[in-house]
């Protein structure tokens, strides 16, 4: 088989990750099994997401998505995909004070000591997140550690690492796309979107 046919073979593998992992999910339910139910749920998109790292790491910078070729990040993407549509599944994590931190960790995420996540977060991109000690992160914050558009040369994909200084406040709503920066100390509003390397500086910043 040549490299073109390997490329599409392991695409096609990954497209179907969250089906194998519901089927998973659904047989050891059906065994009565809590401790395979945990695994199929946590341990088995972690187990993918390293699996894949190991042949294709994720990079960053500028990707085409709509070329014959493999893109890692949308095969990672594939693997939490579950947990991105079932936000519930890692909520019940930050009921316990360091688990969730512990979670993201595993991914690849640097996060800093004493990190305080509120129940409605969402990380989409697991390990492109670096957050120092004593973030508060408010209600519904969102961190996606990529962005697609359409552009002249194709479908194009931009993924970096959102950085988040330490004891800085994040508020309720509060949205951060690619290669973001907040600096140490610094407040963000509510509702504030901070776009694609974007910077939040240390000044805090009062709304109106």
């Known amino acids: 088989m040549d490299g073109a046919g390997r490329v599409t073979l392991l695409s096609w593998l990954f497209a179907f990750f969250p089906a194998l992992q519901l089927a998973a999910i659904a047989a050891s339910l059906a065994a009565g099994s809590l401790g395979w139910t945990l695994l199929a ?10 699996a894949l790292r190991l ?88 961190f996606c550690g990529h962005v697609i558009k359409p552009g002249k040369r194709g479908l194009m994909l931009y993924v970096k690492t959102i950085s988040i200084g330490e004891r800085a406040f994040l508020s309720a709503s509060t949205r951060f796309g690619p290669g973001a920066v907040v600096e140490p100390g610094a407040t963000v509003p509510l509702n504030t979107d901070v776009n694609p ?12």
């Open 55 to 142: 042949v294709a790491p994720v990079r960053e910078g500028v990707g085409y998505l709509d070329r014959a070729e493999f893109v890692p990040w949308w095969a990672a993407h594939q693997t939490q995909a579950l947990l991105n549509a079932v936000p519930q599944l890692e909520a019940l994590l930050r009921l316990v004070p360091g688990v969730y931190s512990a979670w993201l960790r595993l991914w690849g995420s640097r996060v800093g000591a004493g990190v305080y996540w509120t129940p409605a977060v969402e990380v989409l991109d697991r390990d492109r997140l670096e957050l120092g000690d004593r973030v508060i992160v408010g209600a519904k914050a969102v």
């Open 197 to 208: 390397n974007g910077r939040v500086p240390a000044e805090e910043i009062h709304v109106g």
């Open 41 to 50: 749920v946590y341990g088995l998109p972690l187990a993918a997401f390293h």
